[in-house]
């Protein structure tokens, strides 16, 4: 790059605080600059998901869910008791497709408005979590010695208590109804997991030059975890927090099953607990079967799209991958802060 | 010898602080079980005109749950813990009327004829499929398989529950509905008696094989593939080595080792889980009286359940890091290694 002829006649200077690259860059307009950020922060990572099965399908379906739980709310209106007949049977009439329940409630409506408190739950849970978990494990992980110990014992305790019956016990204690505190309930025996598994990531990273370059000129731990260590991780933590995000919502709609946790809004699992108790679904699907089996679909499907939205996800985050669908891919690499 | 001592007392601490929490949080939660049984008691005493005697109520509180709730926190705890290791007195359930001890001793045994047998077959399976989808990459077989797996993984295990149970039990009457044995076979080592608990058995430890194979296969298969990869494996295909050779001794084997601390792990998870596969099926294991004490606030009835569950856990862990050094020669006693 240096001593390239500039139109001045002159040639570019290579300066201690800066190579000519910098200078470029400025020179760059606004407009391009934004281009480039998009295609290379939005564009080719979407280019590299649709080309991949399984991001293609579970994107879609993931949208599908987040507008079932945002639009279709404001769409579709809300379940009444009494809206029809009691028990009709799925895909009998036009005004109730999937069929009403003991007191005449529709299914479909019942579905769609239970959406947003799943999501919700989902939301809670895989934020508090991956929160802690990423909190803890990089700490520890990269501090090590006494904090290390300490952490580790903590998250060792958490461990140790077994995970649906201390859930239980605690909705026992607590009877929340908000669905953002039963996320965050059930979230807790999930994080000690992903915490020790960050943490023996950040032990191989933390040996990295690139880390110790950056430890030696001073910069501060926060700066380097959250700089330099997180953003390595980044596709990790975001796969682990799909599978996070289906545990919680399979635990939740178990304890609403059960009937451990209180509800003042109908959600997918005390949906399937009322088919339960008052249709007898199991025993006589015949008359409520369809009033356990959508809400079933409807909660198995949503984790089939976020497993496979995950597992595609590992290709977005490949490098080789992204540097080949890119269209901007020789001077993406070159736009990334040389390490320093 | 030193690292087995270290790592035993680790277990006991992180064993008794997670007991420790909970008890805490029993105590300290407003409107716990102490609290409404002393509410209730206060009331009654009003009702009747008398007196509120404070140390009268502390002592009935005592005597029900086992707990005086003028002592401070720790000194009930300690008393709780010594009471239980000395005299295996784990109080007295307020719904059954029965040492807790009793109740427990009588349905653990049940638990663990479905949880062990449900382990077994769900962690077989999963090494099988997943070195048969590494062995088979990139064939049919193994897109096959993996959607399969991916299926199998969206549905959580009480919906195979429900589903078996409607069918299989109640509209084809292959297997019984509910209960532990046939309330007409005399317990005891007669073929009918066997026979009996072992079709009330077989849904619920094929919902438990569930919980143990659906995650495991997909990472299982990951790992052989790497395995796959190695030069000891290409040497020993070309010193002309059967395949089923090379496949149990040389492939599975080292696959193994990775997720052999994280089955331990789940074995704990299946005895958590047992808590709604036994309320689904109607059978009275640990998890099933858990669940009732804890939605009736049966106090010692929990904790002692809770005991159980969190000792399940911690020996689980142990057992997995002391005999990890049986199946890789090369970890000696395990003491530098991640456990997880």
């Known amino acids: 790059m240096s001593g390239e002829p500039?139109?001045?006649?002159?040639?570019?200077?290579?300066?201690?605080?800066?190579?000519?690259?910098?200078?470029?860059?400025?020179?760059?307009?606004?407009?391009?600059?934004?281009?480039?950020?998009?295609?290379?922060?939005?564009?080719?990572?979407?280019?590299?998901?649709?080309?991949?099965?399984?991001?293609?399908?579970?994107?879609?379906?993931?949208?599908?869910?987040?507008?079932?739980?945002?639009?279709?709310?404001?769409?579709?209106?809300?379940?009444?008791?009494?809206?029809?007949?009691?028990?009709?049977?799925?895909?009998?009439?036009?005004?109730?497709?999937?069929?009403?329940?003991?007191?005449?409630?529709?299914?479909?409506?019942?579905?769609?408005?239970?959406?947003?408190?799943?999501?919700?739950?989902?939301?809670?849970?895989?934020?508090?979590?991956?929160?802690?978990?990423?909190?803890?494990?990089?700490?520890?992980?990269?501090?090590?010695?006494?904090?290390?110990?300490?952490?580790?014992?903590?998250?060792?305790?958490?461990?140790?208590?077994?995970?649906?019956?201390?859930?239980?016990?605690?909705?026992?204690?607590?009877?929340?109804?908000?669905?953002?505190?039963?996320?965050?309930?059930?979230?807790?025996?999930?994080?000690?997991?992903l915490a020790r598994q960050l943490r023996s990531q950040v032990i191989a990273l933390r040996e990295e030059d690139y880390v110790e370059a950056a430890r030696s000129i001073g910069l501060s731990t926060p700066t380097i975890v959250g700089q330099e260590l997180l953003p390595k991780l980044a596709p990790f933590i975001l796969i682990t927090a799909g599978g996070a995000s289906v545990a919680i919502i399979f635990q939740s709609v178990a304890l609403y099953f059960i009937g451990v946790l209180p509800y003042d809004t109908s959600n997918w699992g005390v949906m399937m607990q009322l088919a339960y108790e008052q249709g007898n679904a199991i025993a006589s699907p015949q008359r409520a079967g369809h009033w356990l089996f959508f809400p079933l679909v409807t909660l198995s499907g949503m984790a089939f799209v976020t497993i496979l939205f995950a597992q595609g996800l590992d290709r977005v985050f490949n490098p080789r991958l992204l540097a080949r669908h890119s269209k901007t891919a020789s001077e993406a690499e070159e736009e990334e802060p040389g390490g320093l | 010898m030193s690292y087995y001592i270290r790592r035993l007392t680790q277990a006991a601490i992180s064993f008794v602080a997670g007991l420790f929490l909970t008890f805490t949080l029993y105590r300290l939660v407003p409107g716990g079980p102490v609290d409404a049984i002393m509410a209730q008691r206060i009331q009654d005493m009003r009702e009747q005109g008398g007196a509120i005697n404070q140390r009268e109520i502390a002592q009935m509180v005592e005597s029900l749950t086992g707990v005086n709730p003028d002592q401070p926190i720790p000194v009930a705890f300690y008393e709780y813990i010594r009471d239980i290791v000395l005299y295996q007195d784990f109080g007295?359930?307020?719904?059954?009327?029965?040492?807790?001890?009793?109740?427990?001793?009588?349905?653990?045994?049940?638990?663990?004829?479905?949880?062990?047998?449900?382990?077994?077959?769900?962690?077989?399976?999963?090494?099988?499929?997943?070195?048969?989808?590494?062995?088979?990459?990139?064939?049919?077989?193994?897109?096959?398989?993996?959607?399969?797996?991916?299926?199998?993984?969206?549905?959580?295990?009480?919906?195979?529950?429900?589903?078996?149970?409607?069918?299989?039990?109640?509209?084809?009457?292959?297997?019984?509905?509910?209960?532990?044995?046939?309330?007409?076979?005399?317990?005891?080592?007669?073929?009918?008696?066997?026979?009996?608990?072992?079709?009330?058995?077989?849904?619920?430890?094929?919902?438990?094989?569930?919980?143990?194979?659906?995650?495991?296969?997909?990472g299982m298969r990951a790992l052989t593939v790497r395995v796959i990869g190695a030069d000891y494996l290409r040497s020993a295909r070309l010193r002309g080595l059967k395949s089923n050779r090379i496949l149990t001794r040389y492939l599975t084997r080292n696959a193994i080792l990775p997720i052999y601390t994280g089955f331990m792990i789940g074995i704990a998870a299946i005895f958590s889980s047992n808590v709604v596969t036994e309320e689904i099926f109607q059978y009275q294991g640990a998890g099933w009286y858990l669940l009732r004490a804890a939605v009736q606030q049966d106090y010692p009835l929990v904790m002692g359940a809770f005991v159980f569950f969190a000792g399940i856990t911690v020996l689980g862990i142990l057992i997995a890091d002391f005999t990890y050094g049986l199946i890789d020669p090369r970890a000696g006693s395990g003491a530098s290694r991640e456990s997880f």
Not at chain 1, 12 to 26: H, K, L, P, Y
Not at chain 1, 168 to 177: G, K, N, R
Not at chain 2, 186 to 214: K, R
């Open chain 2, 92 to 218: 007295e359930s307020i719904l059954y009327q029965d040492p807790v001890f009793d109740i427990l001793f009588r349905a653990i045994p049940w638990s663990m004829f479905l949880s062990i047998y449900g382990i077994m077959l769900g962690f077989t399976a999963t090494i099988l499929v997943g070195v048969i989808m590494a062995w088979k990459e990139g064939t049919k077989i193994d897109t096959g398989a993996t959607v399969l797996v991916m299926v199998m993984r969206s549905i959580p295990y009480y919906v195979a529950a429900i589903a078996m149970l409607s069918f299989l039990g109640f509209q084809w009457g292959l297997f019984p509905t509910g209960g532990r044995a046939p309330p007409a076979a005399d317990p005891g080592f007669n073929l009918e008696f066997m026979i009996g608990i072992t079709q009330h058995a077989a849904l619920p430890i094929l919902s438990n094989f569930i919980v143990g194979f659906a995650g495991g296969a997909l």
């Open chain 1, 6 to 193: 500039q139109s001045d006649g002159g040639v570019t200077q290579e300066s201690i605080f800066g190579t000519s690259e910098d200078a470029e860059r400025q020179r760059t307009p606004p407009a391009e600059r934004i281009r480039r950020a998009f295609d290379f922060y939005i564009a080719t990572p979407f280019r590299v998901a649709w080309s991949d099965w399984r991001t293609r399908i579970g994107g879609i379906g993931v949208l599908f869910y987040i507008l079932m739980g945002t639009v279709g709310v404001v769409v579709i209106g809300q379940p009444q008791m009494n809206e029809g007949p009691r028990y009709v049977g799925p895909f009998q009439t036009m005004e109730h497709p999937l069929g009403t329940t003991n007191m005449g409630t529709d299914i479909l409506k019942q579905l769609v408005h239970s959406t947003p408190t799943m999501l919700k739950m989902a939301l809670a849970g895989v934020v508090f979590s991956v929160g802690v978990a990423v909190l803890v494990g990089m700490i520890s992980g990269y501090k090590g010695g006494t904090v290390d110990t300490v952490l580790m014992t903590v998250s060792d305790i958490f461990i140790t208590l077994p995970g649906l019956p201390l859930i239980i016990v605690l909705a026992a204690i607590f009877s929340p109804e908000d669905p953002f505190i039963v996320g965050t309930i059930i979230a807790i025996n999930q994080w000690p997991r």
